[in-house]
């Protein structure tokens, strides 16, 4: 008499998958050989986080210069603050189609926590005044 060798059990989901694949490649084919092709999940992207910000202001294209000082700053009395982390922008002067407007101030939210708002201001330059533009450090 032969021996019969036995088998470990299969688990009962992985058996009825392959057969339930099994008979469904056999009665959607014709074919009982198919390949079965298997792709592998896409990479994954990791990413640096973004550097610390600079402390110098970035550097603008366009460099405003006028001969006349710029009037004292207006008296601003902020309005309630819309959130908790925002943070008061003071207006100023600024050279806009040749004359000095006064920009309001309003309230913004820092690029990133426990930053400070560096205003901007016109500094003395020879015989005229170079405006530099306000920025977060």
């Known amino acids: ?7 470990p059990p299969r688990p009962a ?3 009825i998958s392959v057969i339930g694949l099994g008979g469904a490649m056999l009665a959607g084919s014709g074919c009982s050989h198919r390949p079965i092709v298997v792709q592998s999940p896409p990479a994954t992207v990791v990413q640096n986080p973004a550097p610390a910000a600079a402390p110098a202001p970035a550097p603008t294209s366009t460099v405003i210069v006028t001969k006349e000082a710029p009037p004292p ?4 009395t902020p309005p ?4 908790g982390g925002t943070v008061w922008i003071p207006g100023y002067w600024a050279m806009q189609n040749g004359q000095q407007q006064w920009v309001p101030g309003h309230w913004d939210t820092p690029p990133q926590p426990n ?8 500094e003395q330059q020879g015989n005229g005044y170079v405006f530099v533009p306000g920025y977060w450090q």
Do not use: D, G, H, I
């Open 1 to 7: 008499m032969k021996s019969k060798t036995s088998l």
């Open 13 to 15: 989901l992985l058996t």
């Open 73 to 76: 700053p207006r008296p601003e």
């Open 80 to 83: 309630p603050q819309p959130a």
């Open 115 to 122: 930053q400070n708002w560096v205003p901007p201001r016109w």
